[in-house]
Nanobody, 117 residues
Framework: QVQLVESGGGLVQAGGSLRLSCTAS????????MAWYRQAPGKQRELVAH???????NDTDAVKGRFTISKGNSENPVYLQMHALKAEDTAVYYC???????????WGQGTQVTVSS
C-alpha cells in the first residue's frame, strides 16, 4: 500500500511564502506523475501543479509564476514552493501520485494552508 504524507502547511500572511513537501512510502521515481491539488471550503478539488517522472513540470493559470513543483534529488520528496500567497490560495493541499498511465491514484491526507489578508 503506497502512502503519501504532506507537510509544511500553516498560517501565513498574504504575500508570504510556504513550501509543502510530499513524502511517499516508495521512491518517487517509480511514479508516472505526481501532483498537488487543493480544495477550498465549498469548492471542488482542483489541480495546482504536476510533474512527470522525467521532471517536466506544469502548473495552472491560477498559480503560474507564484508556485513551483519540483522533485528532490533523492528518492523523496516532491515539493510545492509557494510565493506571493493570496487569501484565495487558502485550502487543503493534497499530494497525488499515479504509478502508471491510467492506473490507480494515490492521495495523501492533506495539509491546511491558510492565508490571512
Amino acid at each position: 500500500q503506497v502512502q503519501l504524507v504532506e507537510s509544511g502547511g500553516g498560517l501565513v500572511q498574504a504575500g508570504g511564502s510556504l513550501r509543502l513537501s510530499c513524502t511517499a512510502s516508495v521512491s518517487i521515481f517509480t511514479f508516472y506523475t505526481m501532483a498537488w491539488y487543493r480544495q477550498a471550503p465549498g469548492k471542488q478539488r482542483e489541480l495546482v501543479a504536476h510533474i512527470t517522472n522525467s521532471g517536466r513540470a506544469n502548473d495552472t493559470d491560477a498559480v503560474k509564476g507564484r508556485f513551483t513543483i519540483s522533485k528532490g534529488n533523492s528518492e523523496n520528496p516532491v515539493y510545492l514552493q509557494m510565493h506571493a500567497l493570496k487569501a484565495e490560495d487558502t485550502a487543503v493541499y493534497y499530494c497525488n501520485a499515479i504509478f502508471t498511465p491510467g492506473g490507480s491514484e494515490y492521495w495523501g491526507q492533506g495539509t491546511q494552508v491558510t492565508v490571512s489578508s
